[in-house]
């Protein structure tokens, strides 16, 4: 059993910031990629910021530049610090994790999501 609990999110104003964190817990014992997601009503899920182990990064072009993920290996959690939010950033965000206990094969974790609305 794996859980992610995520926090953060909250309504804040176009300029303003916030920090989403999300903590993975339960039998997952080997994380491998974590990242971030975010959707609004009628559009797909996509793809915010992820990072591998080693700290390597990737960035949706929107938010290139304002939003830094980041984590911390021994404590299972990884973090979205969003500067210069606008209000195109409205949605729901959701933390990923791609992870495995020695005798499994990796599986992907979502995370219960947490609101993010930017106000103009």
């Known amino acids: 059993q794996v859980q992610l609990v995520e926090s953060g999110g909250g309504l804040v104003q176009a300029g303003g910031s916030l920090r989403l964190s999300c903590a993975a817990s339960?039998?997952?014992?080997?994380?491998?990629?974590m990242g971030w997601y975010r959707q609004t009503p009628g559009k797909q899920r996509e793809l915010v910021a992820a990072i591998t182990p080693g700290g390597t990064t990737n960035y949706a072009d929107s938010v290139k530049g304002r939003f830094t993920i980041s984590r911390d290996n021994a404590k299972n959690t990884v973090y979205l610090q969003m500067n210069g939010l606008k209000p195109e950033d409205t949605a729901v965000y959701y933390c990923?994790?791609?992870?495995?206990?020695?005798?499994?094969?990796?599986?992907?974790?979502w995370g219960q999501g947490t609101q993010v609305t930017v106000s103009s």
């Open positions: 339960g039998s997952i014992f080997i994380i491998n990629r």
């Open positions: 990923n994790v791609n992870g495995r206990n020695r005798l499994s094969d990796p599986l992907d974790y």
